[in-house]
């Protein structure tokens, strides 16, 4: 079993982080540090079909940068001796993040979700509460006293 700090390109990433560090260390497992970049930052859908070699190498080059972000933000971790790993995954990232915890057989997942009004809820939905919704496996939600409101 493996602990999941999903994390994205916000400040929130280093309390995801040292918050799958804890649980690593209480329960003696690993941590997968996965980001999720989403499709449409390197896909442009405006592409013909005979050039799906350009594509494939444009998803490449997703994956490849969710994987430098997830190694940049394994700098947070407190104790150099936590096992983990740096996963870097291209899609919708609520989708991808249960899917990949699933085939992990994760023992929590670990997010933290944006300050968000009502109406923002609404109209923009939110990858955390995605996520609660779908695992199969605890989700431990973490609140940072910097979180946007938007």
Same mark, same amino acid.
């Given at each position: 079993?493996?602990?999941?700090?999903?994390?994205?390109?916000?400040? $929130?990433?280093?309390?995801?982080?040292?918050?799958?560090?804890?649980?690593?260390?209480?329960?003696?497992?690993?941590?997968?540090?996965?980001?999720?970049?989403?499709r449409?930052?390197?896909?442009?859908?405006?592409?013909?079909?005979?050039?799906?070699?350009?594509?494939s190498?444009?998803?490449?080059?997703?994956?490849?940068?969710?994987?430098?972000?997830?190694?940049?933000?394994?700098?947070?971790?407190?104790?150099?001796?936590?096992?983990?790993?740096?996963?870097?995954?291209l899609?919708?990232?609520?989708?991808?993040?249960?899917?990949?915890?699933?085939?992990?057989?994760? $023992?929590?997942?670990?997010?933290?979700? $944006?300050? $968000?009004?009502r109406?923002?809820?609404?109209?923009?939905?939110?990858?955390?509460?995605?996520?609660?919704?779908n695992?199969?496996?605890?989700?431990?939600?973490?609140?940072?006293?910097?979180s946007?409101?938007?």
């Amino acid at each position: 079993m493996v602990v999941i700090a999903a994390v994205d390109r916000s400040d $929130r990433a280093s309390i995801v982080v040292n918050e799958a560090e804890s649980l690593a260390k209480r329960f003696e497992e690993s941590v997968h540090i996965v980001h999720v970049a989403k499709r449409s930052e390197f896909l442009d859908s405006a592409f013909p079909n005979e050039q799906v070699e350009q594509q494939s190498e444009m998803v490449t080059e997703g994956r490849e940068a969710a994987v430098e972000k997830a190694d940049e933000i394994a700098g947070n971790l407190e104790d150099p001796e936590t096992p983990y790993d740096v996963v870097g995954l291209l899609g919708k990232p609520a989708h991808k993040i249960v899917e990949y915890a699933a085939e992990q057989d994760a $023992r929590y997942i670990v997010v933290s979700p $944006r300050k $968000r009004s009502r109406t923002g809820k609404v109209l923009f939905g939110s990858t955390a509460q995605s996520i609660l919704l779908n695992a199969t496996c605890p989700v431990v939600s973490t609140i940072s006293e910097n979180s946007e409101t938007t």
